[in-house]
């Protein structure tokens, strides 16, 4: 424990907690992040991944990780067990990590409640009985579920802050509604029981019970104004969407190079793989328009030619399992119009990508609740594939405006 | 031109001139930098790939490129037709550009004397006799000798102002000396006879007749402090070493991408492939090593690791011509331990990759003159593999602090 | 010209010829086999890529290519100017090669018929208007029509043998229909006016005309039994389908190693990007059928796994022009389980590739019309993806084939 | 147990069987040998990458896996619990694999006997006091030492067959030698005390026991005309050398392609990475100097063109363990002079690639005893870098010669 982080514990110890609920809470990267979190407090892992942990993130007054208490929703039967099996399998989580944490696991798995399955979602196989009856009722019933399980999870857990995560699987795309525009439109399209996506449904419950939501996906999630509205309301932080762990944090490192230099990027092909759940949902074409569009946006904001042929690829590779690599060919000009190449393949486990990025977030969104911080958080902008923020999508620029952010917080802090 | 561009240009015409003297003269750096400079000023070459026609430095007060006139030295014999035929063939010089700029090609080569042969050199073939025979001097001589023919330049070309580009082969690597220590040491090793590199010599002979010197190669240059000393005596801007147009350029903008996400980066090894004289050339150990030693260093101050592995190989691949060709292999550990890749293929030809940047310097040291900036130009240090100025490798820290002084040059020219 | 070929050549000189109808005469790769072909005749091309001017097959008893005609047919307005220019800007004709052979290429123009548009491609615009006054008239008369050309070209251009070379757009996929089971059925298909592909009322023109049939397309051709019936009553030899130049070469030449070595592939995912009209065509769904199934057959009959995932994507990526870029994924299983990795990335000029073979498989053809085979020519089966007379697509057992008919001719014409 | 298996299974069991020595007997690759032979018997590790057990090889009467004995020599103090260790930590062996094996692994252990060290590598750390007192003896005490051996294993083991498999490091390279060139000469050169490398001493030792021998390696082992003459003499198998697992592997799958399509190959250049025990010795210029001769020849033997440019790096990457990759670069002419490209990245397990080449060696050398086969077995070209038979290094080629040998035997064993 470092010196900031026992000012920050709480001298009594029990209420001085806060609690994280991810939703998706046995997808792959909820396993990581269960585990990793125990392994980490137990230094049984290295911090290495962890922005939070690192220079010049790594001195601000977090809570402490030992204490945080973990819980979630869940829409598939089962527990922990098989996908930390499978991702041991795939040499993702260490044999003996798992071992030293079967009781925290065990632990864990009895504090996930049934999640809430999206409408377009109700009807596939695997799904839990409560999850799917969940997923037809009307939106104030969704919500208020929701909402009992968050707060049965607060009062169980004796936090006094809490964090809901959202983890859960792209779900199908929703054009912008007329609903989302204003917090009034929203409600008046609940009471009228219009069915709204799960993600938004989420988010809407964790503002109400006074908790801070992070949307790691590319789902609607806070995104609408309407839920801004609610958020600022009630004075809470928010931020996302979408994790960028892999070849769009590649493309955002890599446009502005091209930019400074005045290179003409003419062509941008990526080709994605994935292996895991992730990469099965994607493959139909309904869920994957999302993440494509988050993908591909970014490259239209940094490279300035109005010419510019991009194409996002998403293919499921099985085996592969959550090993996903990308394949990108990005065809350039220079000067005397010589077409140039850049080729590069990234290779690497996503929920190992992942799970780190989703602690830090949890750690960051955990101090703004703690320094009253409310609405966007403008400074996790490099975390996310289409920050709510808006902004460049440079991941330097967004990397120096989280470092502004570190220092002006130690200022205040000291 | 544009409305800045009229502004610096000179009322009665013919005196307000800079001249650019290019060491290597007929190289295929200096060939494109002749060509590209015409097809700029005529308008058969977009300003792709240059950095000053491009936001943010597009708007400074920048001499027009048609006052400009290009001269130069050269150590083997020929002209223009034979480097510009290779570059046609290979598909980096447009075959119409070179027809169209045929005069001014001729013009060109009338303006190249002889180049000073670096003493580890005398002896190869294809050499001028009087490039041979310079080398052979002693320092005072060779330093006259080339201030003769750098004064001779301006006079016949009217130039107010005069910036010296060192473009010719990587020589044979020099360890730093005590007589490079102090402007005094160097004066006193020139009397004593004492051998120097021949991009020392040049530098200081720059300085002698007053011009800016920018040095694009891994050679010695104006490193040495003594020479250092003398530019800020004489009042002069200069900057340098070594262009930074492909794999370090990927290197740089990458390596602070893994250390923002606290992903370890455990071995990089990257392989480079040239088929130019440079790589031939390069295929010497002796002459190898100053630019392997440039292309490994970045990588240590970026990345924190004390333990990682690097590797840097350049191999001459003569069917490449101009088109280099690397080939890098990053291995990084993620959380949990987790072991990934990144590999990139970057291809592009080098003379294109490069000359426009030779362009943008000459235009850099020509405004640093024309606002009587001396000494290093730290603002510059984007462009270089090994910049003088020292600071970060970080390619887009760099970027930043250029902007930031063209916002500076603007402010202060309105 | 070698011995051999002089044995070949005519006495009295002027009748000894054969004509090579070019279907798509206008295309980058009928370009380039015009173009090609008078280089070689006149020394100005070296004999690189072609197969039949190296070893084992460099000593057969070919027809002297300076004996050889070309015209074709093309359902787009223009002349060789157009493509000529592009593939020169895009650095695979030679400029000097079309300065040299202007005579010619006129002279080739001039010997160009309109085409036949294919049904599904009618109202596209850019075409000749009489190539769409025959995509829609009945077949009966569309092949009158071709028949009428062929005749016209064989006569005005003094052949004895003729081979008609399919090398249109890939066209809209069609099913195997119950009219192409027989030569009676389809004549009957064709007097009841039913419409059929383009491809194969070229091949029954063809047939009728007395000519050699090659198919180098996914098109459908002379692949139905009817035509093949038609092939075999006239005693006329033909091959396809689908030149095989890049990716599907590089696919059937490795995926025999893995299964000697007993290595089991789990994923190959291919991704094919294409910059010339072939991409632009392909870009549509309907036409990019046929080729993605040549493409992906050839891993299934390969490798022995049931459980293969095989992916094959072709996009267009118009900054490519012609020189067409694969990326492939190959993911492998070896002992233990241990999961492993093949990547390639192919990149080369699809006319260049494409050209050479084309040139080779019309010398195969005018061979066999001069040694009187008939029916499919099966030792021509490495140059296609889809060898029609079906056998391994292992490249190196069908290069083996090919060797020994090159045997068994060269002992038979001593 | 197959039918032939059942067949070639001895009727009172104890003494029908092979003694195999390993010779480098807790290298990596041994270390998989073992486990993996156990894990094949006991239905634990599936046939994956065994040539002999897939088609066309599978049928032949091999003696039963469970009738072999492996035993063998190291030179390095410790056991199998370290290499395993590091085996699994790398996910190259699995954990389940490893626990199951433990009294197998044990028993081997009991059987490994210390090595004879290299005179070139005297000195080095970590060795066995005794292989190093060995390594100091002259020649004919090194070989009565190694013969010693032998006849203990074999004696204690009830074989009535021995294979000796050199799997050592790579020695430092040795050029031919006059006491190398006959029988004769050899024994007066160990008459006379003149050191020799062990891994001749071994295959001489291997003879003299009436051994078949296999070479792994790239070391000289029995590839002297004098130990030619010593097989054929006794009427023994054997063959070498330098196993071919993937980079060369690659080259001979590959460069024939080019071959056949007359297309030009003007520089190919090998990336090696290694980060095991193999690729630290290589990393030793006279270590590696073999190695790179044998992966650069095949290139020249199945390139045709005499101005190819070849180059070939092995460098050592730690962080990547038993994982090698290696990154190719292909250049190459087509058509028109255009040139074209072909990389390929291709990334496995070293361990697991080779350890069923081993098995499969020693099954067929096994084979060759057991039918009387004697001198080289030309056959097993496919699995070896430089195979001792000469012949072409064509993989395809030396497949379809081990097919038929295939087809030879099971004719004659019917």
Redesign the interface.
């Known amino acids: 424990m470092s010196e900031s982080e026992r000012a920050n514990s709480a001298p009594g110890g029990s209420k001085q907690r806060t609690g994280v609920w991810l939703v998706g809470g046995r997808g792959a990267i909820s396993t990581?992040v269960v585990y990793?979190w125990h392994?980490l407090t137990q230094g049984l892992?290295?911090?290495?991944?962890?922005?939070t942990?690192?220079d010049p993130l790594a001195g601000l007054p977090y809570r402490p990780l030992s204490e945080f208490v973990l819980g979630g929703a869940e829409v598939r039967a089962g527990d922990l067990g098989a996908p930390a099996a499978e991702l041991m399998r795939e040499?993702?989580?260490?044999?003996n990590?798992v071992a030293a944490c079967s009781s925290e696991a065990a632990a864990y798995d009895a504090r996930v409640a049934p999640g809430l399955l999206d409408a377009a979602d109700v009807g596939l196989p695997d799904m839990l009985p409560e999850a799917a009856r969940r997923g037809a009722l009307g939106p104030r019933e969704q919500i208020a579920a929701v909402l009992d399980d968050l707060r049965r999870f607060q009062a169980e857990s004796e936090c006094d802050r809490l964090v809901v995560v959202y983890l859960a699987s792209t779900e199908a795309a929703h054009e912008p509604q007329a609903d989302w525009e204003s917090l009034e439109a929203f409600e008046a399209a609940l009471d009228a029981g219009r069915s709204q996506p799960a993600s938004v449904l989420y988010a809407y419950a964790a503002f109400q019970a006074g908790a801070a939501f992070v949307n790691f996906t590319p789902n609607r999630g806070a995104s609408p104004r309407a839920l801004q509205e609610l958020a600022l309301e009630r004075g809470l932080p928010h931020c996302g969407n979408d994790g960028k762990t892999g070849e769009t944090?590649?493309k955002t490192?890599?446009a502005?190079?091209f930019a400074?230099?005045?290179?003409?990027v003419?062509?941008w092909?990526g080709?994605n793989?994935l292996g895991n759940r992730d990469g099965q949902v994607l493959s139909d074409p309904l869920h994957r328009e999302s993440k494509v569009r988050n993908k591909d946006v970014v490259l239209r904001e940094l490279l300035?030619n109005d010419d510019l042929?991009s194409?996002v690829?998403i293919?499921y590779?099985?085996?592969?399992g959550d090993w996903k690599?990308a394949?990108d060919?990005v065809?350039f000009?220079?000067?005397?119009?010589?077409?140039?190449?850049?080729?590069?393949?990234?290779?690497?486990?996503d929920s190992?990508?992942a799970?780190?990025l989703v602690i830090d977030l949890v750690r960051l969104a955990d101090l703004a609740l703690s320094r009253g911080e409310s609405g966007l958080l403008a400074h996790t902008a490099?975390f996310f594939k289409s920050p709510l923020s808006g902004g460049t999508h440079?991941?330097?620029?967004q990397?120096?405006a989280l470092a502004s952010y570190a220092k002006r917080v130690l200022a205040e802090s000291r």
């Open positions: 990581c990793g392994g892992v290295p911090s290495t991944g962890l922005v942990a690192a040499n993702v989580l260490p044999e990590l944090l590649m490192a890599l502005p190079m400074h230099r005045a290179l003409k003419l062509s092909a080709y793989m300035p042929h194409h690829a293919d590779v099985p085996s592969l690599t394949m060919f065809h000009e220079g000067f005397f119009g010589a077409k140039m190449s850049l080729q590069f393949t990234w290779a690497g486990s190992a990508l799970a780190p490099s440079d991941f330097h620029a990397s120096a």
